[in-house]
């Protein structure tokens, strides 16, 4: 499973799986029925729907980086193959490896009231026999499944602590049985919170935690309709009184006008690259009715001219998107921004 760790990632390719032995470090975690207890930051349990049957659980050290224990509920295919798949991973950075879990560059959502970041892929290439993956396909072989290729997997991962060197990962992996199409994103995504329930415990800030998570996901809205050029996505959240601050000038451009200066950009622009360089700050005013966040963002890709010219674009740019609650919906209502080219941009 890739991640970031910081300096040490790529250096511990070497090294494999120590696998699961009798002598491997003992499960923290059994489940109950369809019940499986979590205990990692607000989430207590994590339950499944009766389609799928607990085939068991390892725990090992990972590329002697991280204490990782897996969990397996399976929907079986036939001839013993992996029909639907979750596979749910506590994980914690050894005491002086590594810095922190950075998930920044994947996508914002909430499930169950909790912060997770969703990342999607298709298994098109064999497992690397020391990743997580190969040992959990090594450990479902052992039991008699097989995991096909070209299986769509939907990734949430939970970050929790301050320093954040533990984490919680649920994997939501289908696969087609042969003559049937192939699946695709949004009704795998469907499927997976289907059969997924998340129970969680309110925070002591659970208003806050709700709304900066609301707040989180209006940003990847942002970055999602950048990325796909999709001017509607992008005002979606937006009211009428909008203020901007850019290029040393204050405008309070209505939705009009925003889309009439929008859209040509975002048809003419095709970014490649549109990603948060460092995590957002999100903050939610103390009586719940104002919330800003701040980012900075790398953005790459190809830019068409009035004469139909292609050429590159990059820019780093950090900004403030301000919101409002009015009748308990968050609306974007200004943008304080600022952009450094790149070397020769």
């Known amino acids: 499973m890739s991640r970031a760790v910081p300096a040490i990632a790529f250096l511990l390719l070497g090294f494999r799986v120590v696998p699961a032995t009798s002598e491997s470090p003992p499960l923290t975690r059994r489940p109950v029925g369809q019940m499986l207890p979590v205990a990692v930051g607000p989430i207590r349990e994590l339950h499944f729907s009766k389609e799928f049957r607990y085939v068991g659980g390892q725990r090992f050290i990972l590329r002697k980086t991280a204490d990782a224990e897996q969990?397996?509920?399976?929907?079986?295919?036939?001839?013993?193959?992996?029909?639907?798949?979750?596979?749910?991973?506590f994980e914690k950075l050894l005491p002086g490896i590594g810095e922190s879990y950075d998930y920044s560059r994947d996508e914002a959502v909430t499930v169950g009231g909790v912060s997770f970041r969703r990342n999607v892929r298709r298994w098109d290439a064999p497992a690397e026999p020391d990743s997580d993956r190969g040992a959990m396909c090594a450990f479902l072989a052992k039991r008699?499944?097989?995991?096909?290729?070209?299986?769509?997997?939907?990734?949430?991962v939970h970050v929790p602590d301050v320093n954040r060197r533990e984490e919680l990962m649920i994997i939501y992996a289908e696969a087609p049985e042969r003559g049937t199409p192939e699946?695709?994103?949004?009704?795998?995504?469907?499927?997976?919170?289907?059969?997924?329930?998340?129970?969680?415990?309110?925070?002591?800030?659970?208003?806050?935690?709700?709304?900066?998570?609301?707040?989180?996901?209006?940003?990847?809205?942002?970055?999602?309709?950048?990325?796909?050029s999709n001017v509607d996505l992008l005002l979606a959240a937006e009211e009428d009184d909008y203020v901007v601050a850019n290029r040393g000038e204050i405008t309070r451009p209505d939705r009009k006008s925003r889309r009439e200066r929008l859209g040509p950009y975002l048809r003419q622009t095709r970014f490649t690259t549109y990603r948060d360089k460092v995590p957002p700050i999100?903050?939610?005013?103390?009586?719940?009715?104002?919330?800003?966040?701040?980012?900075?963002?790398?953005?790459?890709?190809?830019?068409?001219?009035?004469?139909?010219?292609?050429?590159?674009?990059?820019?780093?740019?950090?900004?403030i998107e301000l919101y409002e609650k009015r009748n308990g919906r968050w609306v974007r209502v200004g943008n304080v921004s600022n952009f450094k080219p790149s070397a020769g941009a």
Do not use: N
Not at 144 to 156: F, S
Not at 292 to 307: C, D, H, K, L, Y
């Open 71 to 89: 969990h397996f509920f399976v929907a079986p295919g036939k001839a013993g193959t992996v029909r639907r798949l979750y596979w749910i991973q």
């Open 144 to 156: 008699g499944y097989q995991v096909p290729d070209g299986a769509v997997r939907i990734r949430l």
């Open 282 to 319: 999100v903050e939610v005013s103390s009586d719940g009715s104002l919330g800003w966040v701040i980012v900075q963002v790398e953005a790459r890709g190809e830019q068409t001219t009035p004469s139909g010219a292609v050429e590159p674009i990059e820019f780093v740019s950090a900004w």
């Open 183 to 228: 699946p695709v994103e949004p009704d795998v995504q469907r499927r997976a919170l289907e059969g997924l329930s998340v129970v969680a415990t309110p925070t002591p800030a659970g208003r806050a935690s709700s709304d900066g998570d609301r707040l989180l996901a209006l940003h990847e809205e942002v970055m999602r309709a950048h990325r796909e």
